[in-house]
């Protein structure tokens, strides 16, 4: 009886133990150096646990694209500012933007991976409450572009925002400090207290994109945020280029080699125009090898709609 | 020239193993969380290679366990299995309405056993563990592991024989086969 029942578990293996895409280019991890006092984490720090690319992949697994040559700087004719300039343009543009607040952050992002058969795209919307006893909700769209509830377990108003390697409140984010020092020293006391993460420069350009690009803060902080990453040092402008929704933008970088000589570039996507942040990118030896693209991000005061409703 | 020789090794492990290592991180964690499970537990045998041993599953299991008990909160880790079990339950149910239940059977049984027993099971009968490599992993003697694998089995099979006897609580098991 025993022996069988082994044998019987062993064929009872439920078909979600293999995953639905294959594996990510180990090049991604390889980019990272081997023997930093601290571990970094590959992970996709704007992605909350449980609303992952991982999550969406089953339901997406139809839509898996073969991609041409990744798109890289443009030359668009235009004589690439440094990245500070860009960055401090970026931090005027949100001086102006108007306050924001209410009951729901809502962002949608379309989250790109580059796989052994091509690239997998993943779009999700997050309604993700802000005040305790609302409940935190999150969509997928299938292949189809109909939108499917998605529970987004274990989150309330407490956890919801992922910064700096840890959940936060929107509370806390609200409460950030608008000078850009200030800022670097709070994110600084943080980098102290984690105990995962990169070198200084790393965590804090990962952490100045967090904010810019995806978080509920009010606009002075995300342009301290900018005032911020405009005076780390090794971070580079691209130029103009092109994110992966078509939308052109300049690319700051910041760059990392590993010790195999791999490199790894965490790329910031920017409009100048209006200084919001477009995507963020990952790319290795010239290949662009995830992103996260906003589609949007706003503040909203409504009950978060059903999938049937949405578009 | 050590280093292109590192980054051979690290992709041949890589691929190879990079399936068994997520198998174990959805049955432990979710699905929900197992892409970020598998990516912390090879940058960490990046990051120590000279320490993977020449056997490298049991070792990075091991890993990945630890980075499941470091990282996430319990809550986080809770809500993610707990979906995951009901995920197999409705595959196993697309199986009944084949006609084979044995299976639906065997995983409704499991989702019954608590965490640490599946995980021995498991460890064994999917992940193709020896005893003794499956003891490397959870950090225990090779004898401890085949006395706790013993009771383990004893309580799965416990709850593959309750199973139908809780749909039928004024019948026992038995007497309603010899009704049959």
């Known amino acids: 009886m025993s022996r069988d029942t082994m044998r019987i578990l062993a064929e009872a293996s439920p078909r979600r133990l293999t995953p639905d895409v294959p594996p990510a280019d180990p090049a991604m991890i390889m980019s990272y150096p081997r023997e930093a006092a601290r571990a970094p984490r590959p992970t996709r720090r704007l992605v909350l646990a449980g609303v992952g690319l991982a999550a969406v992949a089953a339901v997406t697994a139809a839509v898996v694209l073969r991609q041409a040559t990744p798109q890289g700087a443009t030359t668009a004719g235009l004589d690439p500012a440094t990245a500070a300039d860009l960055l401090l343009v970026a931090a005027t543009r949100t001086d102006t933007a108007p306050a924001g607040g209410g009951r729901y952050w809502v962002v949608r992002v379309e989250h790109g991976e580059q796989r052994d058969t091509g690239l997998v795209r993943a779009t999700d919307e997050r309604w993700l409450a802000t005040k305790p006893g609302d409940p935190s909700t999150g969509y997928l769209r299938d292949p189809s572009g109909g939108w499917k509830p998605r529970a987004v377990e274990g989150h309330t108003a407490e956890n919801n925002l992922l910064l700096a390697g840890r959940p936060r409140s929107a509370a806390e984010l609200a409460a950030l400090p608008t000078s850009p020092d200030e800022l670097k020293a709070k994110l600084l006391q943080w980098y102290a207290a984690s105990s995962a993460t990169e070198s200084r420069d790393g965590f804090l350009f990962d952490s100045g994109a967090a904010i810019v690009l995806g978080l509920p803060v009010p606009a002075p902080v995300r342009a301290a945020a900018y005032r911020m990453l405009a005076e780390l040092p090794g971070i580079a402008s691209l130029g103009p280029v092109t994110d992966a929704l078509g939308r052109s933008g300049i690319a700051v970088a910041y760059t990392r080699r590993g010790d195999g000589g791999t490199e790894g570039q965490q790329r910031l996507i920017v409009d100048p125009a209006s200084g919001n942040a477009l995507a963020q990118e990952s790319w290795t030896a010239g290949a662009r090898l995830s992103y996260t693209a906003v589609v949007k991000a706003e503040w909203s005061d409504d009950t978060p709609p059903d999938a049937a409703d949405m578009h | ?180």
């Not at chain 2, 492990?13 to 959805?26: F, M, T």
């Not at chain 2, 537990?41 to 980075?67: S, Y």
């Not at chain 2, 009901?86 to 196993?92: D, F, G, P, S, T």
Request: aromatic share 8%; hydrophobic share 45%; with cysteine.
């Open chain 2, 1 to 180: 020239m050590k280093q292109p020789d590192d980054g051979r090794r690290f992709t041949a492990i890589y691929h190879e193993h990079h399936r068994q290592v997520y198998a174990y991180a959805v049955s432990r964690a979710g699905r929900d969380l197992a892409d970020d499970i598998v990516s912390d537990t090879f940058l960490t045998a990046w990051r120590r290679l000279d320490a993977v041993p020449p056997t490298p599953l049991p070792w990075l299991l091991g890993v990945a366990r630890n980075v499941i008990s470091e990282r996430y909160r319990a809550e986080v880790r809770q809500a993610s299995i707990a979906a995951e079990l009901r995920a197999w339950a409705v595959e196993a149910q697309a199986d009944v309405a084949d006609g084979v239940t044995e299976r639906a059977a065997m995983l409704a049984a499991l989702a019954r056993l608590g965490e640490d027993d599946r995980e021995l099971l498991t460890l064994v009968a999917w992940q193709g563990l020896g005893t003794r490599e499956a003891a490397r992993v959870v950090g225990c003697s090779t004898a401890t592991y085949f006395v706790r694998l013993h009771r383990a089995r004893k309580r799965l099979e416990q709850a593959l024989f309750q199973a139908p006897a809780a749909r039928h609580v004024s019948r026992p098991l038995q007497t309603q086969e010899h009704s049959r």
